[in-house]
């Protein structure tokens, strides 16, 4: 049984990448999505209506992209795919200045109590939650809500990555400015060709599709039943990769839009391994298959988005009816 760090070391055969096959998935994701824009404007209403969630789920699979990209799993040294993964993150309101420094810190500090809310959703414990004021509960709760969650768009992305980090360090992410000009010149762009319905239809709420299962994605792969977490001295990085990070099991379709993004505890293990590969290790290395299981079924999103704290007493997340029948008793 493979334990620690020679868990890790046994992932470093799948840490190579075939950089003719990073081109080539770079390449037909970006044909596709370019295919469907192209098809969008010949369409008549019903059918740019239909088009709308596949835009938005061919955005998120080439965010995953560039965030195999920004981990240096994907063609590193390939100048082409800087200047157009540079782009796409700035047109999609992820900055690359703050996604790497905040993505980076997640991975360092993913599940450890009392520093993790860095690039992740916030968690805290059940006592701080309690010692908490009723306005700092309010913005915790707030920012876990489901609402929240589905219009990532605005506050992931547009407020939390773009200007939220310009307001806070203009110095240190001033891309961001970069990002907010041109996300809104392209939505300029298509209300100036096509009026409100290009607008809304090919570029909002694609927009806003991506960003809820981006937003979503984020919360539940560390935000699910039985996951657990650790103060620092009970923390290691193995433990933070298998028990705090969630396998997802999606369907063919799924795993292909989220290139992968399904094998997170893999991921987190190794960032370096490349999303084409993540498989290829789950299948060959059968502690990976012990992971903790979540899926996109409506049952098992309803189950995630419930948890709001962690109580260290039983090890588990706590739902909001467990809140108040317990405060209440």
């Known amino acids: 049984m493979l334990e620690g760090k020679n868990l890790i070391l046994a992932t470093k055969p799948f840490a190579v990448e075939n950089p003719g096959r990073s081109r080539l998935e770079l390449l037909l994701t970006i044909l ?59 047109s999609i309101l992820v900055p690359p200045s703050i996604w790497k420094r905040s993505h980076d810190y997640h991975h360092k500090h993913n599940s450890k109590l009392y520093s993790s809310s860095i ?9 701080k939650f309690e010692s908490s004021s009723k306005s700092e509960q309010r913005i915790y709760l707030f920012i876990r809500h489901p609402l929240t969650i589905m219009f990532g768009y605005i506050f992931t992305f547009l407020y939390g990555m773009s200007i939220r980090s310009l307001t806070r360090n203009p110095k240190l992410h001033y891309d961001s400015l970069f990002a907010i000009i041109l996300h809104f010149s392209i939505a300029f762009a298509f209300f100036y060709f096509g009026g409100w319905a290009a607008l809304f239809l090919g570029w909002i709420i694609p927009n806003m599709i991506a960003g809820a299962i981006g937003s979503y994605l984020f919360y539940a792969q560390h935000n699910f039943p039985n996951v657990s977490f650790a103060d620092k001295d009970g923390w290691t990085y193995v433990k933070a990769s298998m028990d705090s990070s969630s396998y997802m099991k999606m369907n063919p379709v799924m795993c292909w839009f ?14 370096r391994i490349p999303f084409y590969r993540l498989p290829e290790a789950f299948e060959s290395l059968k502690e990976l298959q012990k992971a903790k299981v979540t899926s996109l079924s409506p049952m098992e999103i309803y189950r995630c988005l419930q948890l709001k704290v962690y109580d260290p007493d039983r090890q588990r997340m706590l739902t909001t009816k467990e809140l108040r029948r317990e405060k209440a008793a």
């Open 32 to 90: 596709l999505l370019a295919g469907w824009h192209a098809l969008f404007w010949v369409l008549p209403l019903a059918g740019q209506i239909v088009l709308c969630p596949l835009l938005g789920l061919t955005i998120v699979r080439l965010f995953v992209l560039y965030h195999d990209y920004l981990h240096k799993a994907i063609l590193k040294n390939d100048p082409w795919a800087n200047y157009f993964f540079t782009f796409f993150g700035l």
């Open 119 to 127: 690039g992740s959703y916030p968690i805290v414990t059940r006592e």
């Open 258 to 271: 989220t290139a992968n993004i399904g094998y997170h505890h893999i991921h987190h293990l190794n960032a």
